[in-house]
């Protein structure tokens, strides 16, 4: 079985899918962090953005990312090193939706993904796992909420509890500029599928929103297996 959980930057999709995973005894895969890898990879590599564009297979294969299955999910590698918490930092999240918007990019790493889906349950994540990497989803599910409630997440997961308003509005043009080239570029761009259910998490705690999607695999799961 599979669930792909879409939906706009910092609405919780990965720590969502996660506790989703680790309820249902699914594996947890975590697509955004792959285009996190090969953006940090890149920086590295002392490639500039202005020439992601123009990045070949090759090029890609050299930047030495991949993923291994390690715990509930997989970690992320780049050289062999786990760089987990690097890919999360500030510069890469500035970055990371420029590399995404490369086709060669997208190309590279849709196999990627779906070879890690092979013989699993899984709860995958990102901006289209519903509508490009997995169309044949059990379940899909679009995650949005509130842009400032975004913000305040965001930015609580990286230790600032009470912000001013000026860090907040900061955050949420941050955000909004990342849903802008997420939503504008020409592949994959981010959209709920058709197919998809969507869930409004700004007035939900996070185990009320873990356990709407739990329910709704577990009623998906009862109707695949009686017919
Ligand atoms: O956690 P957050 O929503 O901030 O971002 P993420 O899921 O780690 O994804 C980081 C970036 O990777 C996104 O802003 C997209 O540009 C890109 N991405 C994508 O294009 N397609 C996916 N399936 C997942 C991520």
């Given at each position: 079985m599979i669930i792909a959980i879409d ?10 899918a996660?506790?989703v995973a680790?309820?249902l005894?699914f594996r947890h895969l975590?697509s ?81 993904l779906r070879?890690a889906a092979r013989g699993v349950d899984l709860v995958a994540d990102g901006?289209?796992m519903g509508?490009?990497v997995f169309p044949d989803a059990d379940l899909k599910i ?51 599928a058709?197919d998809a ?20 695999a577990?009623?998906r799961g009862?109707?695949s297996?009686?017919?």
């Amino acid at each position: 079985m599979i669930i792909a959980i879409d939906g706009p930057a910092g609405s919780g999709k990965s720590t969502t899918a996660r506790a989703v995973a680790r309820r249902l005894g699914f594996r947890h895969l975590d697509s955004g962090a792959f285009y996190r890898a090969l953006t940090y990879a890149a920086l590295r590599a002392g490639v500039p953005p202005e020439r992601w564009d123009d990045l070949s297979p090759a090029e890609l294969d050299r930047f030495a990312v991949r993923a291994e299955p390690a715990g509930e999910g997989f970690r992320l590698l780049h050289d062999a090193l786990d760089v987990t918490s690097e890919i999360r930092s500030p510069e890469v999240n500035a970055r990371v939706s420029h590399m995404a918007r490369v086709p060669a990019v997208r190309d590279w790493l849709l196999r990627r993904l779906r070879q890690a889906a092979r013989g699993v349950d899984l709860v995958a994540d990102g901006r289209d796992m519903g509508t490009v990497v997995f169309p044949d989803a059990d379940l899909k599910i679009f995650l949005t909420a509130d842009p400032a409630i975004r913000a305040r997440r965001r930015l609580a997961e990286h230790g600032i509890v009470e912000p001013d308003d000026g860090t907040l509005a900061a955050e949420v043009e941050r955000l909004r500029e990342r849903d802008r080239m997420d939503t504008e570029r020409s592949v994959a761009p981010l959209r709920m599928a058709e197919d998809a259910v969507p869930v409004d998490t700004t007035a939900l705690t996070f185990d009320e929103q873990v356990e709407r999607i739990v329910r709704l695999a577990e009623s998906r799961g009862d109707r695949s297996r009686t017919g």
